[in-house]
């Protein structure tokens, strides 16, 4: 049990979604679960800028230490916490090289779903124009291609950096579940379709899945097209 | 001596230059060095694609495995040649968790520098807006000022993660240098100032050093009033 651990998270937010599959990959289950609301703006509260200054969630406490960036929360506990659990870091060369490889590339994916889908958010409304956001649909293209070509290549029943899972699942699939969710479509993208579909029914993914998702199943069609 | 290393590299390139300063400090001097002109557009030349799809540099490869996210690159070096020259990731809890927040928050860094400096680049002739511009520098001075902070805080004579040299300053020091490059006043951020004179001194800093900046000491004056 992680009794020494606080969590304050938002539901759906991809970087605190990264951090509650690592703890349940690491089997911490029992942590301090702060649920917090990004509509009443509990992440900028007092409670977040005590752990975070820059008031932003995920904000992570294990006893004295702080460590809320996602990426490095989900380092932090597999090196703490490394033979407890999913082993989350191959041993393997190839294996470790393509892990990081991905993990980062999914950084990429990341920043350019959220420059279609949070185009709103980030843009402010005399500042938005079409051609940006139509660009911004390109390139998210262009890049969901790319990871549809990566699992092409590994073959089916694949997670993202080869046949185990690994650190790269736990901090990118939340990317990918989002663009499902804003209604990306598994035609149109089969192989990361096949992959959502299989993580799906991971018991770490089913145990921390957004709360308000399950609330209301339907999700947004803004990439339905794309 | 490391032979079988290839980089793919541009000169002043902060993630090139994270990989470069990761190959001296693990001592793996004599790697296949390739400086390509990003003027010339060769980072999209058919040699960088072979190696990286996105076409984009670095593009590192050893024997036959590729790892080009520059993070992704540090990590593997790190793992590969952990007892080979310096330590790059500390042991104690604590450390090491502070070395993992920086390094990403050092994405934060990376990315609000860009939008400002890089601003012209990013955005086509028609979108540009003073208010996005005016916006993006207070959003890069606030990141600044909180990093001064930090090192405030680590008193003199700091790292970015504390007394020690870590992976942190290997990944973030190139955007601290790019900062300065483009006319950040040393008066205006005495901390990360001298950070920046500390860090100019070290072997890794000094072999690695952008070959442009060296012919041409003069940089632009981009954030003289920052």
Excluded at 41 to 52: F, G, P, R, T, W
Excluded at 61 to 75: L, P, Q, T
Excluded at 172 to 194: D, Q
Aim: glycine share 8%; charged share 25%.
């Amino acid at each position: 049990m992680a009794q020494d651990m606080t969590l304050l998270w938002g539901s759906g937010s991809p970087p605190c979604w990264r951090v509650m599959i690592a703890l349940e990959e690491k089997k911490l289950q029992g942590y301090n679960s702060r649920l917090l609301s990004f509509d009443k703006m509990e992440h900028k509260s007092q409670q977040v800028l005590d752990i975070n200054p820059r008031g932003q969630v995920p904000s992570f406490k294990h006893g004295d230490i702080i460590v809320n960036e996602s990426y490095a929360a989900c380092f932090y506990l597999e090196s703490r916490f490394k033979s407890q659990g999913a082993k989350l870091i191959p041993d393997g060369p190839e294996e470790q090289a393509l892990m990081y490889q991905r993990m980062f590339e999914g950084l990429s994916l990341y920043d350019k779903l959220g420059a279609v889908i949070f185009y709103d958010y980030y843009v402010p409304e005399g500042e938005r124009l079409e051609s940006a956001l139509k660009r911004n649909k390109e390139t998210l293209v262009t890049e969901l291609k790319l990871w549809e070509g990566y699992l092409e290549k590994l073959g089916s029943g694949s997670y993202l950096a080869g046949k185990a899972f690994t650190m790269t699942d736990v901090v990118v699939f939340p990317t990918v579940a989002t663009a499902f969710r804003f209604g990306l479509s598994a035609e149109r993208y089969p192989k990361l379709g096949a992959y959502h579909a299989l993580m799906k029914e991971r018991p770490s993914i089913k145990a921390s899945w957004p709360p308000h998702w399950l609330e209301n199943p339907k999700g947004q069609d803004t990439l339905k097209d794309i």
